[in-house]
């Protein structure tokens, strides 16, 4: 099987943009979760989403969104983008059948200057 | 909500010798504690999982114990060699699966 994939892999923003980032879960996984990772504050929970639904979501502003459409792909839209944002976003889709480990995705390397 | 706390930081080690690497958490609720490694530009790899039905879990050199009671959970990684040196994080959940909540991380080195 394929593994997690993201795209882009890199990105540069501009202060006050947005931005648009997306995961391919391995095929047969309906869960996608989303981690934003710097050095300061290490690997952080942004949201969880399940059969297109938000089950779950991490402390981020609401600058943060995400959604999953109904092949399981998701996105993760930042807006009004701040400096502070500059991170690896991660995405991690999860296994069934009992197991429910997560698999992350190689990341998309944003930079906001 | 759950927080997890990693010990220590840092952790420099001869090839052979063995490394250990803890973690407590809160959230008495938390039930599924997953180790990840992560490799300079990698992502992060699971490598060993623990359910709470279970104290301990081994898999070749790499071994995983949880104490319920004390909400501690441990990595031991046994006869160290060069490539075992990367970032580990240990993390918990309520819900195998679900939102994650990592800890800040231990650089391992393992020097040969």
């Known amino acids: 099987k394929a593994g997690v994939t993201q795209t882009p892999r890199y990105l540069i923003k501009t202060r006050g943009q947005q931005v648009t980032l997306s995961c391919s879960p391995i095929?047969?996984?309906?869960?996608v979760s989303w981690y934003q990772q710097t050095p300061g504050q290490g690997l952080q929970f942004l949201f969880e989403?399940?059969?297109?639904?938000?089950?779950n979501k991490g402390n981020f502003p609401g600058r943060f969104s995400g959604r999953q459409f109904s092949n399981s792909r998701s996105e993760m839209n930042v807006s009004t983008l701040e400096l502070g944002d500059s991170a690896l976003y991660l995405c991690a889709s999860t296994s069934s059948g009992g197991a429910y480990e997560q698999y992350f995705g190689p990341g998309t390397r944003l930079t906001v200057t | 909500g759950e927080n997890v706390e990693q010990h220590p930081s840092t952790l420099s080690v001869q090839e052979g010798d063995s490394a250990v690497i803890k973690c407590t958490y809160s959230?008495?609720?938390?039930?599924?504690f997953p180790w990840y490694k992560q490799e300079l530009g990698k992502r992060p790899q699971l490598i060993i999982d623990?359910?709470?039905?279970?104290g301990e879990k081994k898999d070749q050199r790499i071994a995983v114990t949880l104490n319920k009671t004390a909400k501690h959970f441990s990595l031991h990684i046994t006869e160290t060699q060069p490539e075992d040196s990367a970032v580990y994080f240990c993390?918990?959940?309520?819900?195998?699966?679900?939102?994650?909540?990592f800890g800040k991380g231990t650089t391992l080195s393992v020097s040969s």
């Open positions: 959230d008495s609720a938390s039930n599924y």
């Open positions: 993390a918990a959940s309520y819900q195998a699966g679900t939102a994650l909540i």
């Open positions: 095929s047969g996984h309906r869960s």
């Open positions: 989403y399940f059969s297109e639904t938000q089950r």
């Open positions: 623990i359910r709470s039905n279970v």
